[in-house]
């Protein structure tokens, strides 16, 4: 009896697990296709805000995969897998020379790219970096680069990769700042430039404030000024949200209330709209 009973858990939970590992391997193959080609995967650029005037200063470049089939996929969907095979590589790269690229178009804004804790598992990023921004002519202290806080606790090898880049004149960023595992000892102007305040925050602040999300904001803006860090809010959607923050310190400010993530031709008007003339 325990013995059918094992077996029909068996056959219940086989086909399911099958599915999943077959859906991984099918995007891992697309990924590596894509990647080869160099057709599918793209970057779309989201403007940030100075939160004085609100001109805009900067973009982030944020993937997309266009696949054949299913759409435009979020990074969420497929960075993961990215990750896990060691693709996150090739895909940074990528994003990392039109990254550049656009810096070259826009010199006078800064362009933050985004860096995954995978990345930091090889031994020679900082050269890797270092060499594909130097052959493309841009110049690195317009290039910004986004780590979380994982990395940032990292080992001597990560700490040591991040020293390297930040003396070859790249500004490092700590994204989704107060969402992770923090640790306060690195949150110095000589290891990060910039903070940026994780949009669980931001969400809660505004309409109906949220008093210890607004308390939370205002200390992490207080501590990041104190020490000589520019603070940036992630994920401005209202009006509300933009006053407190702009009025609690924050020197810039990211999200759909200004615009969204968009494709490189669309973001020239979003730019010059924005911008006093
Ligand atoms: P992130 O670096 O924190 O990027 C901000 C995310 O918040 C983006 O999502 C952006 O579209 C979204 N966002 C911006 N403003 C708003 C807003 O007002 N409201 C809401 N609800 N969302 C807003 P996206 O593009 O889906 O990217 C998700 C994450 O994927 C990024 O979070 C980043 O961690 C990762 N990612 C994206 N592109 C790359 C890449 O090229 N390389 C690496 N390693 N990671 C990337
Ligand atoms: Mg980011
Ligand atoms: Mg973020
Ligand atoms: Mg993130």
């Not at 290891?191 to 904001?217: T, Y």
Request: one cysteine or more.
């Amino acid at each position: 009896h325990a013995k059918n009973q094992g077996r029909d858990c068996h056959r219940y939970f086989e086909p399911v697990m099958d599915e999943s590992v077959k859906r991984r391997a099918t995007i891992e193959e697309e990924l590596r296709e894509a990647l080869a080609s160099g057709s599918g995967l793209k970057v779309h650029y989201q403007p940030q805000v100075a939160a004085a005037g609100q001109p805009v200063i900067g973009l982030e470049a944020l993937v997309r995969w266009q696949h054949p089939s299913r759409g435009l996929i979020a990074p969420d969907q497929f960075l993961p897998i990215a990750e896990e095979t060691g693709l996150i590589l090739q895909l940074g790269d990528m994003v990392l020379r039109q990254a550049c690229a656009i810096s070259l178009r826009w010199p006078d804004l800064f362009v933050a790219v985004n860096l995954s804790q995978a990345q930091f598992r090889t031994p020679n990023l900082a050269e890797r970096i270092i060499r594909i921004v130097r052959e493309s002519g841009a110049d690195p202290c317009r290039i910004e680069l986004e780590v979380t806080e994982g990395v940032l606790l990292g080992d001597s090898l990560t700490r040591d990769t991040l020293k390297r880049l930040r003396d070859a004149g790249f500004r490092i960023a700590i994204d989704d700042f107060g969402s992770g595992h923090s640790s306060l000892s690195y949150l110095s102007r000589y290891e990060v430039d910039k903070i940026k305040i994780d949009r669980s925050f931001v969400q809660h602040l505004g309409h109906r404030v949220d008093r210890d999300s607004a308390a939370i904001v205002k200390a992490i803006t207080t501590l990041g000024h104190t020490i000589g860090l520019t603070v940036t809010a992630e994920g401005v959607e209202t009006e509300e949200q933009r006053r407190f923050l702009a009025t609690s310190g924050c020197t810039e400010l990211q999200g759909h209330l200004f615009a969204r993530a968009l494709p490189e031709d669309k973001i020239a008007s979003v730019i010059k709209g924005n911008r006093p003339a």
